[in-house]
């Protein structure tokens, strides 16, 4: 019974992770990690570091998937993904000299209310608006806003991938499919970096529930990563949109529970 248990948790917060990272870079953190502690009861340090783990692998698919058709900005993504991961550290170390806070609900929030822009207000950035950004002007863009990515996510444990999402299409004006690939390029490294540090301090996890998790988010963050590149600028940004307002809903409701 309790393998049963384990396989449906797993599968339901494998889907809903997969979806949001094919479809918007979204970290797996923010719904597995709810769903393993509601309903496994795992240690909440456990459970971010198994999102953390199928993170890897479902970002890394959906790279590949954006990038074989061309909607990945490999070049700014490395400028973006170093300066992320230098300044996480920083936020990280300034929040430790101030009172704890409790920020995870921010994350959950804002997931939903990204939602509900791209229903309303759609990306339709085209790829030649895009290109008409001089190299050097882009990578000073792409370096600045690592950094204040970093530092937030850092400071007060927000959700990377989203906050990337909002900045590459709001700030940096890259059109939709661009900046999910984008953004899932560089989650791979972040949650790669996150989950290590998490299993090190941390111990090694439940392998069952840990491999479960890899391969349900591998597999619907593939279905979700192929559906989007072939999918119209306007469709997308429906989906993409339902998508976040949808977990941003379950995932609001999970952190009540618990």
């Known amino acids: 019974m309790q393998l049963l248990l384990t396989i449906a948790v797993t599968f339901f917060a494998g889907m809903g992770a997969g979806l949001g990272t094919g479809f918007a870079g979204l970290s797996a953190a923010a719904v597995i990690s709810p769903m393993l502690i509601t309903f496994l009861h795992m240690d909440p340090y456990m459970a971010v570091g198994i999102a953390l783990s199928s993170d890897v692998l479902a970002s890394a698919v959906s790279a590949y998937t954006y ?28 929040a430790s000299l101030l009172p704890s806070q409790t920020m995870g609900s921010f994350s959950v929030f804002m997931t939903f209310l990204l939602g509900i822009k791209f229903i309303v207000r ?85 392998w069952t529930v840990f491999a479960l998790c890899v391969v349900f988010t591998l597999l619907w963050a593939r279905i979700a990563a192929v559906f989007a590149n072939k999918a119209t600028p306007k469709t997308l940004n429906r989906a993409t949109g339902v998508i976040l307002v949808i977990l941003g809903i379950v995932v609001m409701l999970f952190n009540l529970l618990k």
Do not use: W
Request: charged share 10%.
């Open 122 to 206: 759609p990306v339709m950035t085209t790829k030649e608006a895009m290109e008409g950004v001089s190299a050097k002007k882009r990578a000073i863009q792409s370096l600045v806003c690592g950094c204040l990515i970093g530092f937030i996510c850092g400071f007060i444990g927000a959700g990377g991938g989203m906050m990337m999402l909002l900045i590459l299409t709001s700030v940096l004006g890259y059109e939709l499919k661009t900046a999910v690939g984008t953004s899932v390029f560089i989650m791979a490294f972040t949650a790669f970096t996150g989950a290590v540090s998490h299993f090190a301090i941390g111990g090694t996890p439940d």
């Open 67 to 94: 990038g074989k058709n061309k909607n990945l900005d490999i070049r700014n993504g490395i400028i973006m993904m170093l300066s992320v991961l230098a300044f996480t550290v920083v936020g990280s170390y300034v």
